[in-house]
Protein backbone atom coordinates (compact mmCIF):
# COMPACT_ATOMS: atom_id res chain seq x y z
CA UNK A 1 0.00 0.00 0.00
CA UNK A 2 1.13 3.49 -0.41
CA UNK A 3 2.65 5.12 1.95
CA UNK A 4 0.01 8.10 2.89
CA UNK A 5 -2.35 4.63 3.25
CA UNK A 6 -0.01 3.66 5.79
CA UNK A 7 -0.15 6.86 7.72
CA UNK A 8 -4.17 7.07 7.32
CA UNK A 9 -4.03 3.45 8.63
CA UNK A 10 -1.69 4.40 11.55
CA UNK A 11 -3.78 7.53 12.58
CA UNK A 12 -6.95 5.74 12.13
CA UNK A 13 -5.79 3.13 14.35
CA UNK A 14 -4.48 5.24 17.34
CA UNK A 15 -7.85 7.16 17.20
CA UNK A 16 -9.59 4.33 18.79
CA UNK A 17 -7.36 5.00 22.34
CA UNK A 18 -10.31 7.56 22.79
CA UNK A 19 -12.89 5.33 23.81
CA UNK A 20 -10.86 4.99 26.98
CA UNK A 21 -11.32 8.20 28.30
CA UNK A 22 -15.18 8.43 25.91
CA UNK A 23 -18.50 6.56 26.56
CA UNK A 24 -19.04 4.38 23.81
CA UNK A 25 -23.24 3.57 24.33
CA UNK A 26 -26.11 5.94 25.69
CA UNK A 27 -30.00 5.05 26.38
CA UNK A 28 -31.73 8.17 26.62
CA UNK A 29 -35.65 8.41 28.54
CA UNK A 30 -37.60 10.96 28.20
CA UNK A 31 -41.02 10.88 30.18
CA UNK A 32 -43.69 13.90 31.22
CA UNK A 33 -42.81 13.44 34.36
CA UNK A 34 -39.12 13.60 33.45
CA UNK A 35 -38.93 16.05 30.85
CA UNK A 36 -35.73 17.17 30.91
CA UNK A 37 -34.88 12.93 29.99
CA UNK A 38 -32.40 10.41 31.87
CA UNK A 39 -29.23 8.98 31.01
CA UNK A 40 -27.10 6.16 30.90
CA UNK A 41 -23.55 6.13 29.14
CA UNK A 42 -22.22 3.26 28.84
CA UNK A 43 -18.00 2.91 29.08
CA UNK A 44 -15.35 -0.14 28.33
CA UNK A 45 -15.49 -0.67 31.62
CA UNK A 46 -18.57 1.49 33.80
CA UNK A 47 -21.94 3.02 33.62
CA UNK A 48 -22.20 6.65 34.79
CA UNK A 49 -25.42 9.28 34.10
CA UNK A 50 -28.76 8.93 36.14
CA UNK A 51 -28.38 5.33 37.18
CA UNK A 52 -29.89 5.07 40.30
CA UNK A 53 -33.15 7.17 39.34
CA UNK A 54 -33.13 4.90 36.31
CA UNK A 55 -32.87 1.83 38.78
CA UNK A 56 -35.72 3.39 40.94
CA UNK A 57 -38.27 3.28 38.11
CA UNK A 58 -37.48 0.19 37.06
CA UNK A 59 -37.76 -1.46 39.98
CA UNK A 60 -41.69 -0.78 40.31
CA UNK A 61 -42.11 -2.81 37.28
CA UNK A 62 -39.33 -5.96 38.62
CA UNK A 63 -36.56 -5.25 36.32
CA UNK A 64 -33.21 -5.65 38.15
CA UNK A 65 -30.97 -3.25 39.32
CA UNK A 66 -28.03 -1.93 36.58
CA UNK A 67 -24.91 -1.92 38.00
CA UNK A 68 -21.04 -2.61 36.56
CA UNK A 69 -20.80 -6.45 37.83
CA UNK A 70 -23.89 -7.51 35.19
CA UNK A 71 -21.51 -6.62 32.50
CA UNK A 72 -18.99 -9.28 32.64
CA UNK A 73 -17.68 -7.90 29.23
CA UNK A 74 -16.24 -4.81 31.40
CA UNK A 75 -13.56 -7.07 32.36
CA UNK A 76 -12.03 -7.52 29.15
CA UNK A 77 -13.15 -5.06 26.84
CA UNK A 78 -10.26 -2.97 27.24
CA UNK A 79 -7.53 -5.83 26.15
CA UNK A 80 -9.67 -6.56 23.05
CA UNK A 81 -9.76 -2.29 22.02
CA UNK A 82 -5.92 -2.38 22.57
CA UNK A 83 -5.93 -5.54 20.28
CA UNK A 84 -7.42 -3.95 17.63
CA UNK A 85 -4.79 -1.01 17.92
CA UNK A 86 -2.22 -3.28 17.99
CA UNK A 87 -3.16 -4.68 14.98
CA UNK A 88 -3.91 -1.26 13.27
CA UNK A 89 -0.40 -0.12 13.90
CA UNK A 90 0.68 -3.66 12.63
CA UNK A 91 -1.49 -3.21 8.98
CA UNK A 92 0.17 -0.01 8.94
CA UNK A 93 4.11 -0.95 9.26
CA UNK A 94 3.62 -4.18 6.92
CA UNK A 95 1.55 -2.09 4.53
CA UNK A 96 0.03 -5.35 3.01
CA UNK A 97 -3.37 -4.76 1.55
CA UNK A 98 -4.54 -8.29 2.57
CA UNK A 99 -4.22 -7.94 6.05
CA UNK A 100 -6.17 -4.88 5.94
CA UNK A 101 -8.64 -6.66 4.41
CA UNK A 102 -8.09 -9.29 7.40
CA UNK A 103 -8.53 -6.27 9.77
CA UNK A 104 -11.26 -5.22 8.37
CA UNK A 105 -13.31 -8.73 8.35
CA UNK A 106 -12.54 -9.10 12.05
CA UNK A 107 -13.78 -5.42 12.53
CA UNK A 108 -17.01 -6.22 11.01
CA UNK A 109 -17.16 -9.53 13.16
CA UNK A 110 -16.01 -7.76 16.27
CA UNK A 111 -18.96 -5.40 15.61
CA UNK A 112 -21.47 -7.68 15.36
CA UNK A 113 -20.36 -10.12 18.60
CA UNK A 114 -20.97 -6.58 20.14
CA UNK A 115 -24.27 -5.74 18.93
CA UNK A 116 -25.93 -9.50 19.34
CA UNK A 117 -24.26 -9.41 22.98
CA UNK A 118 -25.86 -6.14 23.93
CA UNK A 119 -29.16 -7.60 22.45
CA UNK A 120 -28.67 -10.53 24.97
CA UNK A 121 -28.22 -7.95 27.58
CA UNK A 122 -31.30 -5.91 26.91
CA UNK A 123 -33.52 -9.65 26.16
CA UNK A 124 -33.12 -10.63 29.43
CA UNK A 125 -33.14 -7.46 31.52
CA UNK A 126 -36.83 -6.80 29.68
CA UNK A 127 -38.14 -10.28 30.03
CA UNK A 128 -36.36 -11.22 33.55
CA UNK A 129 -38.96 -9.68 35.52
CA UNK A 130 -39.25 -10.01 39.15
CA UNK A 131 -42.64 -11.47 39.56
CA UNK A 132 -43.50 -9.54 43.16
CA UNK A 133 -43.09 -6.37 41.31
CA UNK A 134 -45.81 -3.43 42.51
CA UNK A 135 -46.36 -2.94 38.69
CA UNK A 136 -47.10 -6.05 36.28
CA UNK A 137 -48.91 -6.07 33.16
CA UNK A 138 -49.69 -9.79 31.85
CA UNK A 139 -47.05 -10.08 28.02
CA UNK A 140 -45.79 -6.65 28.42
CA UNK A 141 -42.11 -6.67 28.27
CA UNK A 142 -39.55 -4.13 28.89
CA UNK A 143 -36.98 -4.89 26.24
CA UNK A 144 -34.93 -1.75 25.28
CA UNK A 145 -34.04 -0.76 21.92
CA UNK A 146 -30.55 -1.97 20.39
CA UNK A 147 -30.67 1.10 17.81
CA UNK A 148 -33.22 3.79 17.81
CA UNK A 149 -36.57 4.20 19.32
CA UNK A 150 -38.72 2.48 21.29
CA UNK A 151 -41.84 3.16 23.55
CA UNK A 152 -42.39 1.88 27.09
CA UNK A 153 -44.97 2.51 28.57
CA UNK A 154 -45.29 5.84 29.41
CA UNK A 155 -41.44 6.17 28.80
CA UNK A 156 -39.73 7.31 25.03
CA UNK A 157 -36.43 5.03 25.16
CA UNK A 158 -33.16 5.95 22.62
CA UNK A 159 -30.30 3.79 22.02
CA UNK A 160 -27.72 5.41 19.96
CA UNK A 161 -23.77 5.40 19.84
CA UNK A 162 -22.21 7.74 22.21
CA UNK A 163 -18.61 10.05 21.64
CA UNK A 164 -16.85 7.46 21.72
CA UNK A 165 -19.13 4.86 20.12
CA UNK A 166 -18.52 7.84 16.70
CA UNK A 167 -14.88 7.66 17.25
CA UNK A 168 -14.95 3.62 16.51
CA UNK A 169 -17.56 4.35 13.26
CA UNK A 170 -15.45 7.15 12.43
CA UNK A 171 -12.40 5.14 12.39
CA UNK A 172 -13.35 1.55 10.60
CA UNK A 173 -15.27 4.04 7.49
CA UNK A 174 -11.68 5.63 6.79
CA UNK A 175 -9.99 2.17 7.07
CA UNK A 176 -12.83 0.78 4.37
CA UNK A 177 -12.22 3.58 2.70
CA UNK A 178 -8.25 3.45 1.94
CA UNK A 179 -8.86 -0.29 1.35
CA UNK A 180 -11.38 0.17 -1.21
CA UNK A 181 -9.10 3.16 -2.88
CA UNK A 182 -6.11 0.46 -2.70
CA UNK A 183 -8.09 -2.20 -4.15
CA UNK A 184 -9.20 -0.16 -7.27
CA UNK A 185 -5.86 1.43 -7.49
CA UNK A 186 -3.98 -2.03 -7.64
CA UNK A 187 -6.77 -3.07 -9.82
CA UNK A 188 -6.32 -0.39 -12.03
CA UNK A 189 -2.54 -1.12 -12.58
CA UNK A 190 -3.13 -4.64 -12.75
CA UNK A 191 -5.46 -4.27 -15.99
CA UNK A 192 -3.22 -0.92 -17.33
CA UNK A 193 -0.24 -3.68 -17.52
CA UNK A 194 -2.22 -7.00 -18.43
CA UNK A 195 -5.07 -5.23 -21.07
CA UNK A 196 -4.76 -6.53 -24.79
CA UNK A 197 -3.37 -4.64 -27.52
CA UNK A 198 -6.67 -3.37 -29.54
CA UNK A 199 -5.35 -2.93 -32.56
CA UNK A 200 -5.59 -5.46 -35.21
CA UNK A 201 -1.94 -6.28 -36.55
CA UNK A 202 -0.19 -9.73 -38.49
CA UNK A 203 0.73 -12.12 -36.04
CA UNK A 204 4.55 -12.07 -37.08
CA UNK A 205 4.80 -8.39 -36.93
CA UNK A 206 2.93 -8.57 -33.59
CA UNK A 207 5.44 -11.25 -32.29
CA UNK A 208 8.42 -9.29 -33.98
CA UNK A 209 7.55 -6.38 -31.76
CA UNK A 210 7.77 -8.22 -28.61
CA UNK A 211 10.96 -8.97 -29.44
CA UNK A 212 12.42 -5.82 -30.27
CA UNK A 213 10.78 -4.25 -26.94
CA UNK A 214 12.00 -7.13 -25.06
CA UNK A 215 15.93 -6.43 -26.55
CA UNK A 216 15.62 -2.93 -26.33
CA UNK A 217 14.37 -2.46 -22.72
CA UNK A 218 16.72 -0.25 -20.81
CA UNK A 219 16.50 2.06 -17.93
CA UNK A 220 15.35 5.43 -18.54
CA UNK A 221 17.11 8.57 -16.31
CA UNK A 222 15.31 9.98 -13.39
CA UNK A 223 13.60 13.51 -13.74
CA UNK A 224 14.54 14.38 -9.93
CA UNK A 225 11.56 16.02 -8.49
CA UNK A 226 8.84 15.34 -11.02
CA UNK A 227 8.78 11.40 -11.29
CA UNK A 228 6.52 9.39 -8.72
CA UNK A 229 7.56 6.68 -7.04
CA UNK A 230 4.83 3.58 -8.74
CA UNK A 231 4.53 2.42 -4.95
CA UNK A 232 4.79 4.86 -2.50
CA UNK A 233 3.67 7.93 -4.71
CA UNK A 234 6.63 10.19 -3.21
CA UNK A 235 8.45 11.99 -5.52
CA UNK A 236 11.58 11.13 -6.38
CA UNK A 237 14.44 13.05 -5.18
CA UNK A 238 17.77 11.16 -3.82
CA UNK A 239 19.84 10.58 -6.77
CA UNK A 240 21.34 7.80 -4.60
CA UNK A 241 18.71 5.05 -3.87
CA UNK A 242 16.24 4.50 -7.07
CA UNK A 243 15.53 1.71 -8.94
CA UNK A 244 13.27 0.48 -11.82
CA UNK A 245 11.54 -2.25 -12.84
CA UNK A 246 11.08 -2.86 -16.99
CA UNK A 247 8.77 -5.74 -18.23
CA UNK A 248 8.92 -7.63 -21.10
CA UNK A 249 6.88 -5.76 -23.07
CA UNK A 250 8.46 -3.12 -22.11
CA UNK A 251 6.75 -0.68 -19.33
CA UNK A 252 8.54 0.79 -16.87
CA UNK A 253 8.01 1.66 -13.23
CA UNK A 254 10.50 3.67 -11.07
CA UNK A 255 10.83 3.60 -7.29
CA UNK A 256 12.69 6.16 -4.77
CA UNK A 257 14.32 3.30 -2.34
CA UNK A 258 14.55 -0.64 -2.59
CA UNK A 259 11.84 -0.74 0.05
CA UNK A 260 9.30 0.51 -2.05
CA UNK A 261 10.49 -1.82 -5.07
CA UNK A 262 10.07 -4.88 -2.90
CA UNK A 263 6.74 -4.07 -1.73
CA UNK A 264 5.64 -3.30 -5.30
CA UNK A 265 7.00 -7.10 -6.28
CA UNK A 266 5.22 -8.43 -3.17
CA UNK A 267 1.98 -7.11 -3.65
CA UNK A 268 2.39 -8.86 -7.07
CA UNK A 269 0.78 -5.61 -9.06
CA UNK A 270 3.14 -7.57 -12.28
CA UNK A 271 4.18 -10.92 -12.00
CA UNK A 272 7.75 -12.28 -12.10
CA UNK A 273 8.01 -13.83 -15.32
CA UNK A 274 6.58 -10.43 -17.25
CA UNK A 275 10.01 -8.86 -15.86
CA UNK A 276 12.67 -8.39 -18.14
CA UNK A 277 15.04 -6.29 -16.15
CA UNK A 278 15.49 -4.87 -12.49
CA UNK A 279 17.84 -2.35 -11.83
CA UNK A 280 19.27 0.10 -9.47
CA UNK A 281 21.18 2.95 -9.00
CA UNK A 282 24.64 3.00 -8.51
CA UNK A 283 25.26 4.74 -5.46
CA UNK A 284 28.98 5.69 -7.19
CA UNK A 285 27.04 7.34 -10.02
CA UNK A 286 23.80 8.11 -9.97
CA UNK A 287 24.01 8.51 -14.06
CA UNK A 288 24.62 4.48 -13.97
CA UNK A 289 22.22 1.79 -13.71
CA UNK A 290 23.08 -1.74 -11.68
CA UNK A 291 21.44 -4.84 -12.77
CA UNK A 292 20.47 -5.87 -9.25
CA UNK A 293 21.03 -9.43 -9.48
CA UNK A 294 24.87 -8.50 -9.92
CA UNK A 295 24.95 -5.94 -7.80
CA UNK A 296 26.08 -5.82 -4.19
CA UNK A 297 23.87 -3.87 -1.75
CA UNK A 298 25.24 -2.30 1.28
CA UNK A 299 22.80 -1.29 4.07
CA UNK A 300 23.43 1.15 7.02
CA UNK A 301 21.82 3.44 8.92
CA UNK A 302 24.25 6.27 8.03
CA UNK A 303 22.84 6.09 4.23
CA UNK A 304 19.54 7.71 5.50
CA UNK A 305 17.52 6.41 2.22
CA UNK A 306 13.98 7.85 1.52
CA UNK A 307 12.03 5.15 2.60
CA UNK A 308 14.73 3.43 4.90
CA UNK A 309 15.51 0.79 3.14
CA UNK A 310 19.08 2.40 4.07
CA UNK A 311 20.52 0.22 0.77
CA UNK A 312 22.57 1.15 -1.69
CA UNK A 313 24.37 -1.05 -4.55
CA UNK A 314 27.23 -1.21 -5.93
CA UNK A 315 29.04 -2.96 -9.07
CA UNK A 316 32.05 -4.75 -7.46
CA UNK A 317 32.58 -6.61 -3.66
CA UNK A 318 35.50 -4.24 -3.40
CA UNK A 319 34.29 -1.12 -3.60
CA UNK A 320 30.79 -2.38 -1.28
CA UNK A 321 33.41 -3.48 1.03
CA UNK A 322 35.06 -0.52 1.32
CA UNK A 323 31.78 1.66 2.13
CA UNK A 324 30.56 -0.66 4.34
CA UNK A 325 33.47 -0.62 6.31
CA UNK A 326 33.21 3.18 6.61
CA UNK A 327 29.45 3.12 7.09
CA UNK A 328 29.16 0.31 9.97
CA UNK A 329 26.86 -1.25 7.49
CA UNK A 330 26.07 -4.73 5.92
CA UNK A 331 26.87 -6.10 2.67
CA UNK A 332 23.85 -7.97 1.37
CA UNK A 333 22.78 -9.60 -2.28
CA UNK A 334 19.60 -9.14 -3.86
CA UNK A 335 17.61 -11.95 -2.50
CA UNK A 336 19.12 -11.24 1.07
CA UNK A 337 17.78 -7.49 0.77
CA UNK A 338 14.34 -8.95 -0.53
CA UNK A 339 14.11 -11.43 2.67
CA UNK A 340 14.67 -8.51 4.69
CA UNK A 341 12.83 -5.67 3.53
Not at 6 to 17: N, Q, W, Y
Not at 257 to 275: G, P, R
Not at 279 to 292: A, R
Amino acid sequence: MSFPSRIIIALASLGLIATYFLPVWFIFLIAPQYPEGLTMNIWLNKITGQVDIINGLNHYIGMKHINADMFPEFDFLVYIVAFFILFGLIVAITGKRKLLFAFLVTTVLGGIAAMFDFYKWGYDYGHNLDPKAAIQIPGLSYQPPLLGHKTLLNFDAYSYPDSGGWVVIVCSTVLFLVWGYEWYKNRKTSAAVTSPIKKTIPAAAFILAIVVVSCNSKPEAFNYGKDICDDCKMTIMDPKFGGEIITKKGKLFKFDDAHCMVNFLKEKTIKENEIAKTVFIDYQNEKNFLDVQSSYFVVSDRFNSPMNSNAAAFSSKELAQQKANENMGTIKNWEQLRQSL
